[in-house]
């Protein structure tokens, strides 16, 4: 029989989705943000009754094994026991194939932003209403992203930590605190500017997301290979920087406006 995606999700919510203590199965990623392509791998919740996650990872993992021998089964460790993840792969199926399971539990609430549109479920199983959205709140929104901003604007203020090292010469050194205090947070107020919605997802999608002369000088910057290419591009950050900071205030006050208006005419 021959195993792909759509043959290992079949088996998973027959097997799973007819436990009385399943009460959702939905998938995230490419799924719903309608992105799959052949390297796409499978992102997938599971919703349990309050108690279960045991009980659902020993029938997922049984699940899998009849379909191939199962050669990676790796859980990220640290995770609350309400809402653990784990990843698995099957033998003789593509390696970009990887099956993420994420098990909660009804003590680990499930909420959808409508304006998010980075997380989207497709709903496979949903016997008691879990998958809900409800609509950002502005006010908490923005104030979040003023924290981010003032966050990447602290991290920067100390570019002087890849500076020094530059100046000794060190490409090593200076490519990780480069990165650190100089890419990094220029990363976060682009997010801030271009992605408000999905602030925290750092460079994963940024081809897609970011404009195509934000990607190409990303590129740029993240290309370095001497300690002169380091140099040259914390001259250029430094521009850019600046004018992000600039573009993502405006935006942060034209924001701050908007509610005031509508505050003052209720």
């Known amino acids: 029989m021959t195993i792909n995606r759509e043959t290992i999700i079949k088996a998973i919510v027959s097997d799973l989705g ?49 379909l191939r021998e199962v050669d990676v089964a790796y859980e990220q460790p640290g995770r609350p026991t309400n809402n653990r993840y784990k990843v698995y792969h099957l033998q003789e199926t593509p390696d970009s194939l990887l099956v993420d399971v994420t098990i909660q539990s009804e003590s680990f609430p499930v909420s959808f932003i409508n304006e998010d549109e980075s997380v989207v479920p497709v709903i496979l199983v949903d016997k008691a209403g879990i998958v809900k959205y409800q609509n950002v709140d502005l006010a908490s929104h923005r104030s979040q992203l003023h924290t981010q901003l003032i966050q990447a604007q602290g991290i920067y203020s100390q570019r002087s930590r890849a500076v020094k090292y530059t100046k000794r010469g060190f490409f090593l050194e200076s490519l990780i605190y480069y990165q650190k205090y100089v890419l990094n947070p220029l990363v976060d107020v682009l997010r801030l500017i271009y992605t408000p919605f999905q602030a925290d997802c750092f460079l994963v999608h940024a081809s897609r997301d970011f404009p195509i002369e934000v990607v190409l000088t990303l590129e740029k910057l993240y290309g370095v290979k001497t300690v002169q290419d380091i140099t040259e591009g914390i001259n250029l950050a430094d521009e850019l920087f600046c004018n992000a900071v600039a573009e993502a205030d405006v935006m942060l006050s034209q924001t701050y406006v908007g509610e005031s208006r509508t505050d003052s005419n209720t």
């Open 18 to 66: 007819s436990e009385d203590y399943i009460l959702a199965i939905w998938l995230e990623g490419a799924d719903g943000t309608k992105s799959l392509d052949e390297y796409s791998d499978i992102d997938l919740v599971c919703y349990t009754k309050e108690g279960f996650i045991d009980d659902a990872f020993t029938r997922l993992d049984d699940c899998l094994r009849r």
